[in-house]
C-alpha cells in the first residue's frame, strides 16, 4: 500500500489551531443544544497521561430523544442520551461511547 503524506502551510501556530478547534467544538454542541436536549457536559477537567502530556478529560451526554423518528418515540422513554467519555492530548484524543442510555 502506497501511503503520502501532505503538508499544508498554516497562517497560525499549532497552539492557535488547537485553541480554535476547542472553540469551534463548544459553539458546536451549545448550536446543537436546545430545551434540554443537543450536548450536556457532566465534566471538563485537566488529565495527565504518561504517554501523551497534558491533555483535558470530558464527559459528555448527548441527548437525542427529539432527533429520533416519531414512531421510536413513542415507544422509547422520553430520556435517552449517549455518553461520550474523550481524553484529548492534542494532536491524541481518546474516546469512548456507551451506546445507549434510557433513563427514568
Known amino acids: 500500500m502506497l501511503m503520502k503524506e501532505f503538508r499544508v502551510c498554516m497562517p497560525l501556530t499549532v497552539e492557535e489551531y488547537n485553541i480554535g478547534q476547542l472553540y469551534m467544538i463548544a459553539k458546536h454542541s451549545h448550536e446543537q443544544s436546545e430545551k434540554g436536549e443537543g450536548v450536556e457536559v457532566i465534566k471538563?477537567?485537566?488529565?495527565?497521561?504518561?504517554?501523551?502530556?497534558?491533555?483535558?478529560?470530558?464527559?459528555?451526554?448527548?441527548?437525542?430523544?427529539?432527533?429520533?423518528?416519531?414512531?421510536?418515540?413513542?415507544?422509547?422513554?422520553?430520556?435517552?442520551?449517549?455518553?461520550?467519555?474523550?481524553?484529548?492530548?492534542?494532536?491524541?484524543?481518546?474516546?469512548?461511547?456507551?451506546?445507549?442510555?434510557?433513563?427514568?
Open 44 to 104: 471538563n477537567e485537566p488529565h495527565e497521561d504518561p504517554k501523551h502530556g497534558t491533555g483535558r478529560y470530558t464527559e459528555k451526554r448527548i441527548h437525542l430523544s427529539n432527533r429520533l423518528p416519531s414512531w421510536v418515540r413513542a415507544v422509547i422513554p422520553r430520556i435517552f442520551y449517549i455518553t461520550e467519555k474523550a481524553w484529548n492530548y492534542y494532536p491524541y484524543t481518546v474516546t469512548g461511547h456507551v451506546p445507549f442510555y434510557l433513563g427514568s
